[in-house]
């Protein structure tokens, strides 16, 4: 099993250009999560998805949209990206609410 | 407001010395406390989670509601203890989890 998937791992972007970054978990979870991580602010949630048809903003969700495309996949899209959106971007799943989460290896965003 | 407070950025110790990486917590409800680790080139992962209280790798963690905190404690670190380590608490009623803005653990030989 590979776990969570994440493409790409690295993206440079102009502002203003838009991407949807990837996420796939093969482990049949419920719960689908995205975060951002940045130097001294730890990990934020922007988006979550409790299960399959469902998505709800998190503590920093301005400037992204989410879909949840099935079980399996939970997308993040900018539509028109900024230098403050320069971060590294996980993708996360869990099979419930707080149980263990798992995490994707990361996204690692450049936004000039 | 929620909150999670890890207080120290970086701790340095010595190979065979006591470990204890500090987290406080604000939330008026019922908390769901855990423990993540990232190793070098490695994904975050799970290290323990306070309702399972197990001890993983040697560490433990107790969760103390009268102190809101869930320090993590080791009582002999190793090399391979270097990571960085996040506390994090799951909100209650919701899918929500917040993250401390974690600890370098630095072991050192």
């Known amino acids: 099993n590979a776990g969570v998937t994440q493409t790409p791992k690295f993206q440079v972007l102009k502002t203003g250009q838009s991407m949807t970054l990837q996420c796939a978990q093969d482990?049949?979870?419920?719960?689908m999560y995205w975060y951002r991580q940045d130097p001294g602010m730890g990990l934020r949630l922007i988006y979550y998805s409790a299960s399959e048809g469902t998505t709800d903003k998190g503590e920093v969700p301005n400037g992204y949209n989410v879909s949840r495309l099935n079980k399996r996949e939970f997308s993040l899209r900018l539509e028109s990206a900024a230098p403050s959106q320069t971060s590294v971007y996980f993708c996360?799943?869990?099979?419930?609410?707080?149980?263990?989460?798992?995490f994707g290896p990361g996204t690692r965003l450049t936004v000039l | 407001a929620q909150r999670v407070t890890q207080p120290e950025k970086l701790l340095s110790v010595f190979k065979g010395a006591p470990v204890e990486l500090k987290c406080n917590y604000s939330?008026?409800?019922?908390?769901?406390l855990f423990w993540y680790v990232q190793y070098s080139r490695q994904r975050l992962q799970l290290l323990l989670r306070?309702?399972s209280r197990e001890s993983i790798k040697g560490f433990t963690a107790d969760l103390n509601k009268g102190e809101t905190s869930f320090h993590l404690k080791k009582p002999f670190a190793q090399e391979e203890d270097s990571a960085m380590y996040y506390c994090a608490l799951g909100l209650a009623g919701t899918y929500k989890y917040i993250f401390g803005t974690g600890t370098r653990l630095k072991v050192l030989a």
């Open positions: 996360a799943s869990s099979e419930v609410a707080y149980n263990e989460q798992f």
């Open positions: 306070h309702i």
């Open positions: 939330y008026s409800g019922s908390p769901e």
């Open positions: 482990m049949n979870h419920n719960s």
